[in-house]
């Protein structure tokens, strides 16, 4: 429409003089009314153009809230580039248009929580020049602010519409002196800004009290910069006596400002005073800064009398500290110093309404200022001011990589939460083929389980088979909520020790039961049984002893299996037996291996009566417990942790945080599958389907002998294990297993830490974020390095989601009790009581049978056996029966 304005303007100029170049004498005379009648109908409609440019661009103002980190420390030459930048918001074509509605508007009030917030508003079309402005800064972001959140007019209107007088005030300020006297060019430390955010906590928000400071600053042309400098130059000139003319215009600047030669004496005072004069408005016209008019508007509010007033007085003393050879003062005419008349009156009151409603740029007179003198203003709050209630964006981290996915419930993508963008907020993905192996730190409370249960729900829900080990039942129970679906509940199994139907029944996991397993297959079970006592208990170097009791246990134990019949299987709770037992030992040793037969015979009874209780007493703490004892002394497995990753099965397990026995149980757990993970390198590679495993806290699973989780951690990928390790602290995980989670892991995340914790996260990152931005992290707020691509991310910012929004279509709490029926079905859940029965007379029933066996001449050892141990099949299970 300014293209359309300026040729119209052209062509009829061009046709008019035309015209009357061809007319002279009397017809000239006889058309010159004619001639008129265009150039006026030119002059309405440059008119319409310009108030229909003014009023689109007035409705197209869009704010942007600036949030500046925690350290946020920019130089001032960083402001005046930012600055200078801010000058490409009045366009070079069209800007004649609309110039009234394309100033940059800094904008202090207080959100929601009464926080001083800077915003700056300008036209829609301008946003790129003001994002292109801020990029000078580091780390600062610009989040929109939509119209309907702007909630301070809207709580005022409230207030009257209540019936509630609201008693508002209005103050305009220009500049004191003319133009070419500069203000005070105020130093970044401290900020300029800490004032104002003084003034604004003062307020009670919640009781509808507010406070707007609007500074319009309107750039200028380079060319309008030329003739504004020279004109303030002369005017200049003219107030210090020295009116610019002949040799003083040919002195250039320095002439204009009183520097050519002086006829006459002078006293010194009078040349100092014209000396620092000089220097003053030099500072201000000889420097290229760019130059703005100015417009600062002030309106305050409040239901309780005189409260605005004062709110009003505070913020007018802030502007106070700007004052130098010139200074700002507020709009209006006093009268004897009885009566003040400024924008409040009410003839004045709607046009200083619109401007501060509409960002209408119309001061009370044509003031100039530089962008140093403004400096103080054309940024966000740094970390200098002091003020406590300031709306900043937090720890100084780096916004997301655009690169990351938008996630939208893509199945090969792993959910991880929302990150703020120039273009708003959006929702991010990380690839399923980078994600190996993930670490998460934080307090409790802080959202990290929250996270980890969106990432299971969807991988599991995507068709994938994971196990989701929290000792807590809350998290279980959440899960299943949101997998009452008939295909999602027959693929769950649930080994939940906590819950009230905790004792009424449990699936069957018999550790020892061996029929059918190779010896391979045998050696790494006996090694899982023994790093969960060896983890569950702290045993270390210095705990040969009962490293070595455990060992031989386990695996006479096995061995003895293999010659037992269905029906007589051993358990764990057999442990106690063949070490405390001696009679059943003796029945016992014939059907053993001749390495175990000359332990027990041979170095076993030099061992003293207390050698064996650090085994036994946490066993028998283990059969006190009728869950733990339906569980784990069942005779038949229907726990398969291998079938379970073949299958793609849901094992949720909650084993409960009482004590040494729930520990142990959950490094049972954990142990069986990572060594059941082993078994799968008898599987073609592209046969290993990817197995997610999300183990919170999991320093219960790294005890003394961590290095054996960090091991395993390490030798697991390749078989399809994909991990997510949580616990609230990395210092309380082993030096090993820290290490091979640094150096293994895809994902590091974290959310707040104590200072030694985030020192160490840091660290990581090469202080990269520092470690007091992690301190500082609020609810549900991380901060993650990720790999994308096969790369590592910088250190981004996001912020988590519950389940309960992530998956709103799928939670169904009230449903769960129709599906736990298919639910214990899939577990293969027996009655606890049937399980304990027959556990009772376990140890007679199994002596007996081998008491029966030798005394018909059957004991054979494992190497005197002449049936040969059927080989392992490639999905052998570490804790099931194949």
Known sequence: MAVVGCLAVVSLLGASRSWLGLAGGAGALLMRPLVLIPVTLLLVVSVACRVVAGRRSLASRTRLVVLAPDSFDPSLDAVLRCAAQLSRVRRLVGGWLDPRARAVRVLLDADEEGRMRY?????????????????????????????????????????????????????????????????????????????????????????????????????????????????????????????????????????????GRQVGRRRAAEMVEERAEREEIGAKLLLADPLFRLQILVRCSSPERGRAVECLQGLLGCFDGFAAANSLRVVGVRFLGLAFAGSDLPGRRGWFDRRMNSGLFRPARKDYVTAREMAGLLKPPTVHCAAPEV?????????????????????????????????????????????FFTYTAGRSRWGKTELALTQFLHLVRSGHGGLFLDPHQDAVQRVKSCLTESQFAERVIELDLVGPRSRQGQPGWNLFAARGLGPEAAERRVEAIVDSFASALGWGERNNRAITLTTQATAALIELAAVLPDGLQPTIFQVPSILGNPEWLEVALPFLSAPRRQFFTERFPRLSEEAITPVTNLIDRLRSSTQLAALLGAQRSTYDIARAMNERKIVLACPGADGAKDKLVANLLVYDLLHGAKSRAFMPPEQRLPFYVFLDEVQTYDGAAGGNLAALLEQTAKYGIRGTLLNQNPERLTSDTLNALTTNRSHLITTALNARAAGLIAREWGGDPPASAIIGLPRRTFIAQVTHNGRLTRPFLFGNESVEDAFAEAFHPDALTGIQPTIDAASGRTPAGETVTALDTLDERIRQYLEGKRGGGQSRSREDSEEPWTAPPPDAAIGGEQ
């Open 391 to 435: 709306l900043r964006l937090g720890p100084a981290v780096y916004p997301a990589p655009k690169a990351l996915p938008t996630f939208t419930g893509q199945a090969d993508l792993v959910p991880l939460g929302r990150v703020e963008g120039e273009s708003g907020e959006r929702r991010v993905g990380l690839r399923v083929e980078d994600s």
């Open 119 to 259: 915003s700056l508003s300008v036209p829609e079309r301008a946003l790129p020049a003001v994002r292109s402005a801020l990029g000078v800064f580091d780390r600062v972001q610009a989040q929109v602010l939509e119209p309907g959140s702007e909630s301070g007019e809207a709580a005022g209107r409230d207030e009257v519409g209540r019936g509630r007088s609201v008693e508002v005030v209005r103050a305009e300020l220009r500049l004191a002196r003319p133009s070419s006297e500069p203000l005070a060019n105020l130093p970044l430390s401290p900020d300029p800004l800490q004032s104002f955010a003084r003034v604004i906590a003062r307020l009670d928000h919640t009781h509808g009290e507010r406070a707007e400071v609007a500074v319009d600053l309107l750039p200028a042309t380079p060319a309008t910069r030329r003739r504004l400098r020279r004109r303030l130059l002369k005017q200049a000139g003219r107030r210090g006596g020295n009116p610019v003319s002949g040799a003083a215009q040919d002195g250039g600047l320095l002439g204009a400002l009183g520097g």
